[in-house]
């Protein structure tokens, strides 16, 4: 059971299990510090646990981040959250400065190993690192004693016994660290948790502190430096208070994340954007993803992304905002499959005497830049921001990046080949022959609305007015009548004139004849003339077999089935008196 020597109050869950794991599981002499602060210069930097182990003292910082998290660069993608900066890239910083610290209290423990290490602790967090640049660094709660037991991770040059230097270890820390009292709080907001960063912002998710159980939010708190001279500070504002510019010229719009405050702190030596905490993922997730994982999307679902990303462009450039620094990262799939776009940190929210593309450098992904920027980022246009949302969606439709020639790539087997001609004009290498996010969004509708049916021509024979719609299976050549010849008419033997009779105009008074004369029964007179029934009519209606009639209800005196002129010539024989 490691001793616990001092510390302030853990801040959720997360930290509570793994102060609680050391202290049960961890070897006697092990000593234990939880939720300082370390001052740092004129700053501080918060430590979540700081063990001393008999090897080494290392800094932890504990995430409760679930599920599958892949690192891409210095940034983390967890799913269903927005991506965050490593933790393992600020807690080795933080780590550097704790040895400085040491050093300068007790010249001796120059010796003694800082390590670092970030715990997660959710049941189902798996990180994937290809890179292997963070791993090293990361551990799960079951393996956290373990890997603080690795004498392995202790570099060359520093001893590995800590044993002679523990007193001197403990009274520099009470000399320099101190107890935090409480969650670090911005205004109102007060962090649930610390995501990650690095030493020029730091990323918390946190809620209204006067509204307990609100909505979470997402901090982005930018470091500056107070007493730096004028101009450095001016330039360093301007940047930090580029993303609320640029967020704070478009109107809100459900494709472009929400901007809700900006503030300093007093001393101004932080200041604090509040962004909506979007319930999604990156779209580097869907990238990646293999073909059995939940993140991967039907065609249908990535076309829905890539028109949501091309309608906030649209929304983005038509107030004259240009974001700059557009890929994968900078779009979020939330879960109802809805594509937002952020990181605005460098955008242009339009015309302005100064300019933060001279940091582009430092954070542009290379493969999204068009062409024209590669080597003068300060050459950005809202046509790059096309030519970026044209690689994404290359890479999204058909898993890999596009080549480097517009005109050679291959054709994609599921998207529509429309869908594929305007993602090469949105790469082209000559800006005035892109699109702009507002055309290839009208572009991109237009391929996705479904194509109306073919209209059935109809087949008119010459020496007939009356053209023949084929049948809905279509005619086959082979199949078709010869034009030249008149389908044969069987031949109807003429009818004498019926001649006066008295009273034979009240015979056809009753149901039966008024059926036979033109009523709503059987033959041609079902349905009227053939001739009445307009030109698209194919003849050969007219020589259906009338509707069946109930077998209850038989025709008197005639057979169910008889032929209508069967039927005539009976009535006419009636009528003359010369049949029964």
């Known amino acids: 059971m490691a001793q616990i020597v001092g510390g302030g109050s853990p801040v959720n869950d997360a930290?509570?299990?793994?102060?609680?794991?050391?202290?049960?599981?961890?070897?006697?002499?092990?000593?234990?510090?939880?939720?300082?602060?370390?001052?740092?210069?004129?700053?501080?930097?918060?430590?979540?646990?700081?063990?001393?182990?008999?090897?080494?003292?290392?800094?932890?910082?504990?995430?409760?981040?679930?599920?599958?998290?892949?690192?891409?660069?210095?940034?983390?993608?967890?799913?269903?959250?927005?991506?965050?900066?490593?933790?393992?890239?600020?807690?080795?910083?933080?780590?550097?400065?704790?040895?400085?610290?040491?050093?300068?209290?007790?010249?001796?423990?120059?010796?003694?190993?800082?390590?670092?290490?970030?715990?997660?602790?959710?049941?189902?967090?798996?990180?994937?690192?290809?890179?292997?640049?963070?791993?090293r660094h990361v551990t799960d709660l079951a393996g956290l004693i373990g890997t603080l037991s690795d004498v392995s991770r202790v570099r060359r040059g520093h001893t590995t016994d800590t044993a002679p230097y523990g007193t001197a270890i403990i009274e520099a820390l009470n000399g320099s660290v101190r107890r935090s009292t409480a969650p670090p709080r911005f205004g109102s907001w007060e962090v649930e948790e610390q995501l990650g960063g690095d030493n020029r912002v730091t990323e918390y998710r946190a809620i209204n502190a006067t509204v307990p159980g609100s909505e979470t939010v997402l901090l982005r708190v930018y470091r500056a430096d107070p007493l730096a001279e004028e101009e450095p500070r001016a330039a360093e504002r301007r940047l930090i208070t580029n993303?609320?510019?640029?967020?704070?010229?478009?109107?809100?719009?459900?494709?472009?994340?929400?901007?809700?405050?900006?503030?300093?702190?007093?001393?101004?030596?932080?200041?604090?954007?509040?962004?909506?905490?979007?319930?999604?993922?990156?779209?580097?997730?869907?990238?990646?993803a293999p073909p059995s994982s939940p993140?991967?999307?039907?065609?249908?679902?990535?076309?829905?992304?890539?028109?949501?990303?091309?309608?906030?462009?649209?929304?983005?450039?038509?107030n004259n905002v240009i974001h700059r620094a557009l890929s994968p990262a900078c779009v979020l799939v939330t879960e109802e499959g809805r594509a937002m776009l952020t990181g605005f940190d460098y955008a242009k929210p339009g015309p302005r005497a100064h300019t933060v593309a001279n940091e582009l450098p430092n954070i542009l992904d290379t493969h999204y830049a068009a062409p024209e920027c590669q080597a003068m980022p300060e050459r950005m246009t809202a046509a790059s921001d096309v030519y970026a949302?044209?690689?994404?969606?290359?890479?999204?439709?058909?898993?890999?990046?596009?080549?480097?020639?517009?005109?050679?790539?291959?054709?994609?087997?599921?998207?529509?080949?429309?869908?594929?001609?305007?993602?090469?004009?949105?790469?082209?290498?000559?800006?005035?022959?892109?699109?702009?996010?507002?055309?290839?969004?009208?572009?991109?509708?237009?391929?996705?609305?479904?194509?109306?049916?073919?209209?059935?021509?109809?087949?008119?024979?010459?020496?007939?007015?009356?053209?023949?719609?084929?049948?809905?299976?279509?005619?086959?050549?082979?199949?078709?009548?010869?034009?030249?010849?008149?389908?044969?008419?069987?031949?109807?033997?003429?009818?004498?004139?019926?001649?006066?009779?008295?009273?034979?105009?009240?015979?056809?008074?009753?149901?039966?004849?008024?059926?036979?004369?033109?009523?709503?029964?059987?033959?041609?007179?079902?349905?009227?003339?053939?001739?009445?029934?307009?030109?698209?009519h194919h003849p050969r209606e007219a020589r259906l077999p009338a509707p069946a009639r109930h077998e209850e209800e038989p025709d008197e005196g005639l057979p169910a089935q008889e032929p209508l002129l069967d039927r005539l010539r009976t009535r006419f024989r009636r009528i003359i008196g010369k049949q029964p």
């Open 15 to 135: 930290e509570r299990r793994v102060i609680a794991h050391l202290r049960d599981n961890a070897p006697d002499d092990w000593l234990l510090l939880h939720n300082i602060e370390v001052p740092r210069g004129d700053d501080t930097f918060e430590v979540d646990v700081i063990i001393l182990t008999g090897h080494s003292l290392c800094v932890i910082d504990v995430k409760g981040t679930r599920g599958r998290i892949e690192v891409a660069g210095t940034r983390w993608f967890p799913l269903r959250r927005e991506a965050f900066g490593s933790p393992v890239t600020k807690l080795r910083g933080n780590g550097r400065a704790l040895k400085g610290l040491l050093t300068q209290e007790r010249r001796e423990l120059d010796r003694v190993y800082v390590d670092s290490l970030v715990v997660l602790t959710g049941a189902d967090a798996e990180l994937v690192d290809p890179a292997g640049r963070d791993s």
């Open 243 to 288: 993303a609320y510019q640029a967020l704070t010229r478009i109107p809100p719009h459900p494709c472009v994340v929400r901007a809700r405050d900006f503030f300093a702190i007093d001393d101004e030596s932080r200041f604090v954007l509040v962004l909506d905490d979007v319930h999604g993922q990156a779209l580097h997730l869907h990238l990646t």
């Open 295 to 318: 993140s991967t999307l039907s065609t249908s679902a990535r076309l829905d992304v890539v028109e949501d990303m091309l309608l906030g462009l649209a929304h983005v450039h038509a």
């Open 389 to 536: 949302a044209g690689v994404i969606a290359f890479q999204l439709l058909t898993g890999k990046l596009p080549p480097i020639t517009p005109d050679a790539e291959p054709a994609s087997g599921e998207a529509p080949v429309e869908v594929m001609d305007l993602l090469r004009r949105m790469r082209d290498h000559a800006t005035g022959k892109r699109p702009g996010a507002a055309e290839a969004l009208a572009e991109l509708r237009r391929a996705r609305r479904p194509r109306p049916p073919e209209p059935v021509m109809p087949i008119v024979s010459p020496r007939s007015t009356s053209p023949q719609v084929p049948s809905p299976e279509g005619l086959r050549p082979q199949d078709s009548p010869p034009q030249d010849r008149v389908p044969e008419v069987p031949e109807v033997p003429e009818v004498p004139e019926v001649p006066e009779v008295p009273g034979a105009a009240g015979v056809a008074t009753s149901d039966r004849d008024r059926t036979d004369s033109g009523g709503t029964d059987g033959g041609v007179v079902n349905g009227g003339r053939p001739e009445d029934r307009g030109p698209g």
